[in-house]
């Protein structure tokens, strides 16, 4: 990308900027989004949570109370690395608007913001994978003990 001093920056060339910084905005909103995803099955769990220790003690509820604990660890890291996509994301988009002063040094910090936006989604893809598993999985058992059981010891 040619550097564009600010003396000679154009209408043209500052609407060049402007589209370049809208790919990464948009991954930006996409993030926002996950984000409220996150937020949304992290309050489902605490409200299980907060449900099941008001219940008399038993190894079902024990069990029930250690994997909502997993499932909140891995929305705790979906979060994060949400989070940090997010910024990397932002230091993006700084990139592309101050890339005017060292052409250089502002490509080479946009493909590190952006990547880094990439694999950190990614992995908070990854997490918020692994905990939808492990409450599916959830479900299943519970399912499965009420069928063979006749009543839900298991919730």
Known sequence: MESLGMNSMTLESAAHVVQLALTP???????????????????????????LT??????????????????????????VLAALGGAATCGAVLTLFLGEIRAQAAAATLFACFGGAIVLTTFALGAFVIEMLMAASSIRRIVDWTTRNGHNELD
């Open 54 to 79: 008001g219940e008399a003690k038993s190894p079902a509820r024990d069990r029930r109370l250690q994997l909502l604990r997993a499932r909140s660890n891995c929305l705790d890291w979906a979060v």
């Open 25 to 51: 905005v948009f991954l930006l909103s996409g993030i926002a989004a996950l984000l409220n995803v996150f937020a949304t099955r992290l309050g489902r769990v605490a409200d299980q949570t907060h449900r």
